[in-house]
Every structure is written in structure tokens, then in C-alpha cells.
């Protein structure tokens, strides 16, 4: 049953992370080959900083269109 799953059941092993220098396109790439919808962004010591999470602006940079791409604040 649903309800009695834990997150520990449901999520990608091992877990995949950047860091905050990590080019957007390798991140990018990595969503796109491993099929998962975010990374976490983590600093030296490992500790969470941020998630970053699959967009369809992220595509243009899967494909090279880096130059079209607008963040959104």
C-alpha cells in the first residue's frame, strides 16, 4: 500500500548530486541520462544547499541553445 511506503522506497540509489560549480549543461545531462526530475546541490562537506529540478528551459541546454535560455528570478 501506498501509505506505507518510505521516501528511503521510492528514491534513485545512489543518489546523485552537484555542487554549485558544477556546469548547468553536465547537471542537465545528468537528469536527462539517469531519468530522474532533480538533483540536490550540495556544498564540500555534502550538506544540502539547494535542489535543482528538471525544466523544459533546461532542455535548450541539453541541446547546446545556452544563449536562448532566460532564468526566471
Same mark, same amino acid.
Given at each position: 500500500? #501506498? $501509505?506505507?511506503?518510505? &521516501?528511503? !522506497? #521510492?528514491?534513485?540509489? *545512489?543518489? @546523485?548530486?552537484v555542487?554549485? !560549480?558544477? *556546469? $548547468?549543461?553536465?547537471? &542537465?545531462? $545528468?537528469?536527462? /541520462?539517469?531519468?530522474?526530475? %532533480? @538533483? *540536490?546541490? #550540495? /556544498?564540500?562537506? %555534502?550538506?544540502?544547499?539547494? &535542489?535543482?529540478?528538471?525544466?523544459?528551459?533546461?532542455? $535548450? &541546454?541539453?541541446? %547546446? !541553445?545556452?544563449a536562448?535560455?532566460?532564468?526566471d528570478?
Open positions: 500500500m #501506498v $501509505l506505507q511506503l518510505t &521516501v528511503a !522506497d #521510492v528514491m534513485t540509489k *545512489p543518489v @546523485l548530486t555542487r554549485a !560549480d558544477t *556546469p $548547468l549543461q553536465e547537471a &542537465v545531462k $545528468l537528469i536527462s /541520462d539517469h531519468h530522474v526530475s %532533480g @538533483l *540536490p546541490v #550540495v /556544498d564540500e562537506q %555534502g550538506a544540502l544547499r539547494n &535542489v535543482i529540478i528538471k525544466s523544459e528551459k533546461m532542455q $535548450l &541546454v541539453r541541446l %547546446g !541553445d545556452v536562448e535560455i532566460e532564468f528570478e
